[in-house]
């Protein structure tokens, strides 16, 4: 089993900067994928942004040049800054984790953006 644990959501100004952080525990060993999701009200739960251990990243349009991932796979943590901040990304986001083909989810953290 493996356990997600999520920090750094808040409410920021546009233009603003985030940090979120996930931590992987339990009997995890060079974990395959790890990313960040994001699902806002009323909206379908979309990619935002993966990195594989191999440190191989993926961004949609709608964040690429803003939103940066990152991991230390000594501490099975990924990491997401998220500069220049629009309110269109207001949503909860949730860690995701691939291990040994089986999908992990955090609990979600909400990130709230005012213009």
Excluded: H
């Amino acid at each position: 089993q493996v356990q997600l644990v999520e920090s750094g959501g808040g409410l920021v100004q546009a233009g603003g900067s985030l940090r979120l952080s996930c931590a992987a525990s339990g009997s995890v060993f060079n974990i395959n994928i790890m990313g960040w999701y994001r699902q806002a009200p009323g909206k379908q739960r979309e990619l935002v942004a993966s990195i594989t251990s191999g440190g191989s990243t993926n961004y949609p349009d709608s964040v690429k040049g803003r939103f940066t991932i990152s991991r230390d796979n000594a501490k099975n943590t990924v990491y997401l800054q998220m500069d220049s901040l629009k309110p269109e990304d207001t949503a909860v986001y949730y860690c995701y984790v691939r291990y040994i083909g089986t999908p992990y989810w955090g609990q979600g953290t909400q990130v709230t953006v005012s213009s």
